[in-house]
């Protein structure tokens, strides 16, 4: 073998040795892992190896579980659940108040034939009295279908806010037990 040869093996083992220790350790799965389904970033400290660390994530899950109470993916399914039920209230309220001036000039026109009755014109009684229900009716109708949506838009903020801070009070323990195996843990 030529010394030319020899050189050149030599360089293209070099160059495959080096580029062998700067691949990289692992390659992503394509799976998220559970800190990041929870926008929780997590970064090992000390070296741990994937695996290491999404069992460290398994544990500390359960930990904060178990602390606090409260379960992020169950949560989360309560709070969809909360925003579809807050929908179906508001619906509900608009649902009501369809019919509500018919009601009305159902009603006023049967008082206004009582009070014409008296008067001596029944039936002009009945038309002033229907006309009156009417409005009186539709206005009623707004003014209960404005308050029944806006009390299910109040619930449905109150239950938001009440599952971000449950969520919130889990992000913090989950951090903590974490932070306790040597991660570095944003959120």
Same mark, same amino acid.
């Given at each position: 073998?030529?010394?030319?040869?020899?050189? !050149?093996?030599?360089? #293209? %083992?070099?160059? *495959?040795?080096?580029?062998?220790?700067?691949?990289?350790?692992?390659?992503?799965?394509?799976?998220?892992?559970?800190?990041?389904?929870? &926008?929780?970033?997590?970064?090992?400290?000390?070296?741990?190896?994937? %695996?290491?660390?999404?069992?460290?994530?398994?544990?500390?899950?359960?930990?904060?579980?178990?602390?606090?109470?409260?379960?992020?993916?169950?949560?989360?399914?309560?709070?969809?659940?909360?925003?579809?039920?807050?929908?179906?209230?508001?619906?509900?309220?608009?649902?009501?108040?369809?019919?509500?001036?018919?009601?009305? #000039?159902?009603?006023? !026109?049967?008082? /206004?034939?009582l009070i014409g009755?008296?008067?001596?014109? %029944?039936?002009? /009684?009945?038309?002033?009295?229907?006309?009156?229900?009417?409005?009186?009716?539709?206005?009623? $109708?707004?003014?209960?279908?404005?308050? $029944?949506?806006?009390? %299910?838009?109040?619930?449905?903020? !109150?239950?938001?806010?009440?599952? $971000?801070?449950?969520?919130? &009070?889990?992000?913090? !323990?989950?951090?903590?037990?974490?932070?306790?195996k040597k *991660?570095?843990?944003?959120?």
């Open positions: 073998m030529s010394i030319r040869i020899l050189l !050149a093996l030599m360089a #293209a %083992a070099s160059v *495959y040795t080096a580029h062998a220790q700067t691949a990289p350790v692992a390659a992503p799965t394509g799976q998220k892992s559970l800190s990041a389904t929870m &926008n929780v970033y997590v970064f090992p400290n000390s070296g741990q190896a994937p %695996a290491q660390q999404s069992k460290d994530e398994g544990e500390c899950y359960n930990w904060a579980v178990q602390n606090t109470g409260s379960d992020p993916f169950q949560i989360e399914k309560e709070s969809e659940q909360q925003q579809q039920q807050t929908a179906q209230q508001q619906e509900a309220a608009k649902e009501a108040g369809k019919g509500s001036g018919a009601r009305g #000039a159902v009603g006023g !026109a049967a008082a /206004g034939a009755a008296i008067a001596g014109d %029944a039936g002009k /009684g009945a038309v002033i009295g229907a006309g009156v229900g009417l409005v009186g009716g539709r206005g009623r $109708a707004r003014r209960q279908q404005t308050e $029944a949506t806006e009390q %299910a838009e109040q619930q449905g903020q !109150a239950a938001a806010q009440a599952s $971000a801070g449950q969520l919130d &009070n889990f992000k913090k !323990a989950f951090s903590v037990c974490l932070e306790a *991660y570095m843990v944003k959120y």
